[in-house]
């Protein structure tokens, strides 16, 4: 990288970070891409990752292929440590790494609400190894079930409690209870798959908040008809090993818990401090840069844009478009011009609850059932970057929707080598 | 299970457990087929999920798919702790298990010689998720190599060494070494890519011991001539994270070292005394029956059969015939008849070196160069268990053939979990 030319580092490959990539590395600015995974995440697809009815390959794209044709855009896999603002030097691992411009987009994590044994005995789902997790946590809970006699345990092993009630707990609990009743029941011929549950616990007195109201009704009827058990109003007190406790002291004994609840800026260790809003968000100008720090950009789930007109909901478009806005603004920027506020044009929403019931809103205009189902199918597929992934996400939703056949139900120990016999292996 | 019909009980679904499994189903036999995985393992590719040329699911079919049509066939998940022959019961799990017949096909496990340091820091190369560390390990040294400025840390960084010059090892040096010069030299245009080294090391003096010593030159002559250092009549001495050692004193200074040398048999846990031969195996009669028990059978990697013609060397095919055997000799026990001995029908063996270069024995001829390459290809998909696989390996070696590009190169973490700041991550 020549010093000459000013250089973008980019800090996270989540939406907003690799479309600000694509953008500058598009305009010959020298760009380097920083991310601790070596592939960029489709997130809006995990649960389907979690629930057997894709392959984790099928919904990342790898980082160096996504680059290959920017030339003047650099990968780096790493975790940043430390931003240095006054010297404009980030810390990734052991390397020290300048910069004239920094986008930080390390977007959100959960946040466990301080629930005491939520952080240790529960699963979250943001990103793909924690959807394997859970694919192989409930697919293992079949196979122990299918090995004790027990009722009590069997259907407390079979019991799925999902907390929180937005889009990533509804599809969850949605597919899940699918899985259930489609593959699994056919696996397990000697259980009886009525004595697996799905329990969606939702702190609010509705499903969907940030959706229109009827929308949140739709969607908890058709759960509740398709045997998936909503409680409302219903705060998670304590999560232990074997059971969950809600605050009217219900206590529901399971052995997997799935985390959906609250969500967190993960921001990175910053040498000065910053300030911030809500959630621990970055504040940013009205431009995305970050308060005090013309050179210095926060974008996507990680930073709240100052009093912003519209109120955002950490979706994939609203993080694209700031990558896209940030980009922008450092252009013009790096010819002498000043940069432009962002204004988020809403696309519209989408989220699915199960084969031919979905739920949206385009523009001011609710919708629901196939309609949005299907929709929501083919907006994925569309932005689902590469072709390979597009064409065998497809073939595995056909196989799935004609044959309730997915993914290959297969649970891979994550040991680092089983180089064990049957016998003495734990 | 009605307690009428004799109970076969097989431990360990790998190529003899399986076969055996089906032979008996067909038959309506009353079989529990118990593995630790929830999937078979197509072994023979293993070599090409570490090289990423295939994905993992590829190469694993479900049991309970496999078994689904077969409804008098059970699959357990588990571990078999204990076999109590007097009392015909195995301990599996917490799970105690009667049996009329019992099969045993547990398999090997790699075996470390006493190297001092090697099973604590080489890599091992016998189940899926071996092969997938194996390839999380290669990319992630790429991506540390990148990092580093360091000329002899990158080179250090960049060297692999393989232990052991059978199939599996020249097979995954040869497969390797076209890894890093076709796809890794792409994505790494930052790295000068003749840093990068794949050693294969080995104790004997030529390559393929088990095949006609023309084939081992062959296959010598051709890893050289394409940049693999091969060390030949070299035994390890010591294996630290920094290097390994030959006996030679040399140090090799590396940060992978994948073992597959030394094998020895994986005998599940038995109260009473079982008669072994070399590398722990139970030693069966021609029947493949336990000696001095007429209603246990040994087969595959596990058992080696008493005074056989001909030396067995731990294949497919060989698992494969002996599984089929043992369920015939159950099937005439059950019906009062005395079994049979078992006799080996050799098809030959293939193994490849890389593209268009393979070698391998059809009878007594020896085949080597495009032709075995050819055939190994189309055994291999013809032995692969379904359908959706071969047509998936077949897409990923012509894409592999073709543009050099296999399966998708990513690193998966095997953290349970990594829901934390970028920052923070270690």
């Excluded at 390959?57 to 790898?62: E, K």
């Excluded at 009630?165 to 597919?175: H, P």
Aim: aromatic share 10%; charged share 20%.
């Amino acid at each position: 990288m020549t010093s000459q030319k000013p250089r973008v580092v980019i800090i996270g490959a989540g939406f907003a970070g690799v479309e600000a990539a694509k953008k500058l590395g598009k305009h010959g600015v020298n760009v380097l891409l920083i991310d601790r995974h070596n592939y960029h995440t489709f997130i809006p697809m995990l649960y389907q990752v979690a629930t057997a009815i894709l392959y984790p390959h099928q919904i990342i794209y790898p980082l160096r292929r996504l680059l290959r044709d920017l030339p003047t855009v650099n990968f780096l896999q790493g975790n940043v440590r430390k931003i240095d603002f006054n010297n404009q030097i980030i810390c990734a691992d052991n390397v020290a790494i300048d910069y004239n411009y920094l986008i930080i987009a390390t977007g959100s994590q959960s946040q466990f609400l301080g629930v005491t044994g939520a952080p240790e005995n529960s699963f979250p789902m943001r990103s793909l190894t924690d959807a394997i997790a859970i694919r192989n946590q409930v697919l293992s809970r079949f196979e122990q079930a299918a090995k004790v006699t027990d009722e009590d345990e069997k259907r407390r092993l079979l019991t799925f409690v999902i907390v929180g009630g937005g889009a990533t707990g509804v599809e969850l609990a949605g597919s899940l209870n699918e899985l259930i009743h489609s593959a699994l029941s056919k696996d397990y011929p000697t259980l009886n798959i009525d004595t697996a549950r799905v329990i969606l616990v939702q702190s609010g007195d509705r499903l969907f908040p940030s959706y229109p109201q009827k929308l949140g009704k739709y969607t908890e009827k058709w759960l509740l008809r398709h045997g998936v058990k909503v409680h409302l109003n219903s705060k998670v007190s304590k999560v232990t090993p074997e059971a969950v406790y809600l605050e009217d002291n219900t206590a529901i004994f399971t052995d997997t818990v799935i985390w959906t609840a609250g969500v967190l800026a993960a921001t990175p260790e910053t040498k000065q401090s910053v300030k911030t809003a809500a959630k621990e968000k970055f504040l940013v100008e009205q431009t995305l840069q970050l308060c005090g720090h013309k050179n210095i950009y926060g974008v996507g789930d990680v930073s709240y844009v100052d009093n912003q007109e519209e109120q955002l909901n950490g979706v994939a478009q609203e993080a694209i478009q700031q990558g896209k806005t940030a980009a922008d603004n450092i252009l013009r920027q790096i010819r002498g011009a000043s940069p432009k506020s962002f204004s988020y044009f809403n696309k519209g929403r989408l989220a699915i609850i199960a084969k031919h019931a979905g739920v949206g809103k385009i523009g001011k205009f609710p919708i629901k059932g196939f309609v949005a189902w299907f929709l929501w199918l083919e907006v994925h597929l569309l932005y689902l970057p590469g072709i390979r992934n597009r064409l065998g996400v497809l073939f595995n939703w056909l196989k799935y929707y004609f044959f309730s056949e997915g993914a290959t139900r297969i649970i891979i120990s994550t040991a680092k080598s089983e180089n064990l016999p049957v016998s003495s292996e734990k």
